[in-house]
């Protein structure tokens, strides 16, 4: 079934910009790292943070400066990002993970506006309100301003970040997370020392929401103020809960419904594009508790069970 399953996703991920609009498709990617970092760390680790944008964003600048003023080939640009990203998640972790419930997410939240303050202000090397634009698609000197191309050449980026966070899920690394998560208390018994784990676990997140920002930043060619808002980490959130916590496939089936709602929504002119997905997420939670893609997966093993 897992076979099936990756089979159907690689056949869906090489027609997607065929099927809509390639700018759309590359969005999907994008946000699809994002919510699966976020579920990494929320659905792994037990550990819900507010203040990812400031990995997202933080990326998303580094991504837009080393491709627009050094001229580097895009992938480096988006590397530079998330390897900026993750070195910033460490003091930022390693305080916040001293707390756990509402006071982590309080604690995340709190330095992701710092961020978002020090973005804003340092209006030399960010652009502060006018933003840094002008941020180069290219890749060894092929240009790849066509977002159907760019598609393909960023494709290999984001399942290379969707093949880590599974690996890191699958590994003894992930199956200790997931008893400090349960039980610290039993875990730190057993000689494992829970801080560390949700430190490590918290960078590793930051890198794949760095490598989404820093792919998020070169496809639009500019990077604003709004990937280190805080409502950029409630919308991953979002993602994660609608498609199913503890999953890493409902993040990525979250992003790909709600990037597709919101740019049919804006193409028939509806302004109030947080009324219709706010509804569908309290649907959902309502609902489907576990999530679109953790209720079917639940209902599934169920029929093998029969």
């Known amino acids: 079934m897992r076979w099936l399953l990756l ?8 027609w997607l910009p065929n099927g809509i609009y390639p700018a759309v498709a590359v969005d999907m990617l994008c946000w699809a790292l994002f919510a699966v970092a976020i579920d990494l760390l929320l659905g792994y680790g037990g550990l819900l943070s507010f203040g990812h944008a400031a990995f997202w964003g933080t990326s998303a600048y580094t991504a837009g400066i080393i491709a627009a003023r050094l001229g580097a ?16 998640a ?9 707390r756990s ?11 992701a506006q710092m961020v978002y303050f020090i973005a804003n202000e340092w209006s030399s090397v960010t652009g502060g309100e006018n933003g840094l634009q002008s941020v180069p698609r290219e890749l060894f000197g092929l240009d790849l301003s066509d977002p159907y191309y760019f ?10 970040g969707l093949l880590l966070a599974w690996r890191i899920v699958h590994s003894p690394f992930g199956r200790v997370l997931v008893a400090v998560r349960d039980n610290p208390n039993r875990a730190r018994a057993l000689g494992y020392a829970a801080s560390r784990y949700k430190l490590l676990v918290f960078v590793l997140s930051a890198f794949l929401a760095g490598l989404g920002g ?20 409630g ?33 028939a002119g509806f302004t109030l594009i947080g009324l219709i997905t706010g509804g569908i997420f309290v649907l959902v939670v309502l609902l489907f508790r576990r999530g ?7 209902l599934f093993r169920r029929w093998r069970r029969v």
Not at 151 to 160: N, S
Not at 237 to 266: P, R
């Open 73 to 88: 080939p895009f992938p480096v640009a988006v590397l530079g990002g998330a390897l900026l990203a993750a070195a910033l």
């Open 235 to 267: 919308k991953g959130v979002v993602l994660v809960v609608l498609g199913g916590i503890g999953t890493l496939w409902g993040g990525v089936l979250g992003a790909g419904l709600i990037v597709d709602l919101e740019d049919q929504l804006s193409q």
């Open 7 to 14: 089979a159907v996703g690689a056949a869906v991920a090489l």
């Open 214 to 233: 820093g792919l998020f930043a070169v496809a639009h060619g500019f990077v604003s103020l709004d990937v280190v808002h805080w409502t950029t980490s």
């Open 151 to 160: 598609y393909y050449a960023a494709l290999p980026i984001a399942v290379l």
């Open 101 to 111: 419930g509402i006071y982590f997410a309080m604690v995340t939240l709190a330095f």
């Open 90 to 98: 460490v003091p930022i972790g390693y305080l916040a993970v001293r």
């Open 292 to 298: 679109l893609w953790g209720t079917v997966a639940d």
